[in-house]
T-cell receptor, first 115, second 113 residues
Framework: GAVVSQHPSWVICKSGTSVKIECRSL??????MFWYRQFPKQSLMLMAT?????????EQGVEKDKFLINHASLTLSTLTVTSAHPEDSSFYIC???????????FGEGSRLTVL | DQQVKQNSPSLSVQEGRISILNCDYT??????FLWYKKYPAEGPTFLIS?????DKNEDGRFTVFLNKSAKHLSLHIVPSQPGDSAVYFC????????????FGSGTRLQVQP
């Protein structure tokens, strides 16, 4: 089946630094990718919708200057957490919609811990 | 405002018995519903889905029922197996707009051997 790969799968960083998470569709093209965040024992909350070649659409309450999203190609979207703080520690998951089939596939997730 | 709700945070069943996970939604624009299984520190894995034009969809041990008038859906797993132990998320989307998924808060299923 189609695969979506996230990298890194886990990262620990110091407060104030920036962290970039990549989301790649490995065997299909994705015009749309979604970024979710999950806090422990809570639901997956949609952060933003990323469209190839255009600006991301952010959900209410998500700071676009803090969570920079770039979708430069049909197979890659990146989420950069800028000036990370401990409260940004979370599990970040991307999903990608196949351009051809419309199916949605999820990445394995990236756990961010900010010290 | 939670548009998709899973009111049972956890469920424990015996191996071989039926597991029933419930989900309620409030947004009448939702017309496609999905169930995902998730292990800690992994992405969700798609299990089964149902369109609003149907009231039942079956795939092996998994059956999803949709009651549109009650805005309620349920996932039945029978027979339950220890390997089914995981967190199950209900998700819904509208077929218009961005078609992003809205997730429930999840139900942790524990199947006892």
């Amino acid at each position: 089946g189609a695969v979506v790969s996230q990298h890194p799968s886990w990262v620990i960083c110091k407060s104030g630094t920036s962290v970039k998470i990549e989301c790649r569709s490995l065997d299909f093209q994705a015009t749309t990718m979604f970024w979710y965040r999950q806090f422990p024992k809570q639901s997956l909350m949609l952060m933003a919708t990323s469209n190839e070649g255009s600006k991301a659409t952010y959900e209410q309450g998500v700071e676009k200057d803090k969570f920079l999203i770039n979708h430069a190609s049909l197979t890659l979207s990146t989420l950069t957490v800028t000036s990370a703080h401990p409260e940004d520690s979370s599990f970040y998951i991307c999903s990608a919609r196949s351009q051809s089939s419309g199916e949605l596939f999820f990445g394995e997730g990236s756990r961010l811990t900010v010290l | 405002d939670q548009q998709v709700k899973q009111n049972s945070p956890s469920l424990s069943v015996q191996e071989g018995r039926i597991s029933i996970l419930n989900c309620d939604y409030t947004n009448s624009m939702f017309d496609y519903f999905l169930w995902y299984k998730k292990y800690p520190a992994e992405g969700p894995t798609f299990l089964i889905s149902i369109s609003s034009i149907k009231d039942k969809n079956e795939d092996g041990r998994f059956t999803v029922f949709l009651n549109k008038s009650a805005k309620h859906l349920s996932l039945h797993i029978v027979p339950s197996q220890p390997g089914d132990s995981a967190v199950y998320f209900c998700a819904a989307r509208s077929d218009t707009g961005r078609r992003a998924l809205t997730f429930g808060s999840g139900t942790r299923l524990q199947v006892q051997p």
